[in-house]
């Protein structure tokens, strides 16, 4: 594990401060360790819907292969 030093306002450390207690974080380090990682979350989950939005296109899906999908799903769960 790394240490970073990093500088807040007072404003901000009073807005980590309350945070911290507000939503039962041990440290300032947990919260802010917190919203980094869902912050790298939110953009790998952004990058894998770029990836699909730049795929190619599937072949259309019809009633009869939606209706097979069903069938074999009805099937894996009995």
Do not use: C, W
């Not at 041990?26 to 795929?55: C, F, N, T, V, W």
């Amino acid at each position: 594990m790394i240490t970073l030093k990093i500088h807040l306002t007072d404003d901000l450390r009073r807005f980590v401060d309350e945070q911290v207690s507000r939503q039962g974080h041990d440290s300032p380090s947990e919260y802010l360790g917190g919203l980094i990682r869902k912050e790298r979350d939110r953009q790998h989950l952004r990058q894998l819907l770029m990836d699909g939005a730049a795929s190619a296109t599937a072949n259309e899906t019809d009633e009869h292969e939606f209706a097979g999908l069903r069938e074999r799903v009805r099937k894996d769960t009995e």
